[in-house]
């Protein structure tokens, strides 16, 4: 089986500061994982990934998420937020096996000026 | 990439009707999905819809309820069948191009149910 956990159902920080979205995995043999944003009324959109390689993995809009095995993490980063970052982020993973992805329950982030 | 185009992008429908939504995508893609997301939810996968073969549903959903075709390798619909206020939801189509690790989304079509 493979899960995702997203503890922070709101993030809050001030533009300018950065920012951490954290994301928490359970797989079966190597994960891959991925973050994707939710503006308003939309669809989602895909941000990063990582399958293998380098853990810090760079991505769209100046996001950065660090695959940290040990701890079973991929928390998403930006080192300066901007009021048009707030959204919704949801992380997800799949192992090797197969296509599907399961996702977290989503962390809205709220950036202020 | 992929750009994904889904048709209707919102809905206002009546209890116990049905409503097909259709998703086209601008490349051929083996395998495509529809995700169900419900007010204030995550996304949970309904099925895979491989061109050729049958959908195959996750647990929870049956084809009887959201039936699906997938005609040619770029195009698919789900129906949503006999529906009540508990349907309403986003619904989104999802491609894997060229057998990718990435999985790209539509915009969604947001149903709702009275």
């Known amino acids: 089986a493979q899960s995702v956990a997203q503890p922070e159902d709101q993030v809050n920080v001030a533009e300018g500061n950065p920012l951490t979205v954290k994301c928490t995995y359970s797989?079966?043999?190597?994960?891959?994982l991925f973050w994707y944003v939710q503006y308003p009324n939309r669809g989602l959109q895909f941000l990063l990934k990582?399958?293998?390689?380098?853990?810090l993995v760079k991505g769209s809009y100046g996001f950065e998420a660090e695959f940290n095995k040990s701890q079973t993490s991929f928390h998403l980063k930006k080192p300066s937020a901007l009021v048009s970052d707030s959204a919704l982020y949801f992380c997800?993973?799949?192992?090797?096996?197969?296509?599907?992805?399961?996702f977290g329950k989503g962390t809205s982030l709220l950036v202020t000026p | 990439s992929a750009v994904i185009s889904q048709k209707p992008s919102r809905d206002i429908c009546q209890r116990g009707t049905s409503l097909t939504i259709q998703c086209q995508v601008d490349?051929?893609?083996?395998?495509m999905f529809w995700y169900r997301q419900q007010p204030g939810q995550s996304l949970t996968l309904i099925a895979t819809?491989?061109?050729?073969?049958?959908?195959?549903?996750e647990s929870g959903f049956v084809i009887d309820k959201f039936p699906i075709s997938r005609p040619n390798l770029t195009f698919s619909t789900l129906t949503v069948s006999n529906m009540s206020p508990e349907d309403s939801s986003i619904y989104l189509c999802?491609?894997?191009?060229?057998?990718?690790?990435?999985?790209?989304f539509g915009e969604g079509s947001w149903l709702t149910v009275v």
């Open positions: 999802s491609v894997s191009p060229g057998g990718g690790n990435t999985i790209y």
């Open positions: 797989v079966s043999g190597n994960p891959y």
């Open positions: 990582y399958i293998t390689g380098d853990n």
């Open positions: 997800a993973v799949r192992d090797n096996s197969g296509y599907a992805l399961n």
């Open positions: 490349s051929q893609v083996t395998m």
């Open positions: 819809a491989n061109q050729g073969s049958e959908a195959t549903y």
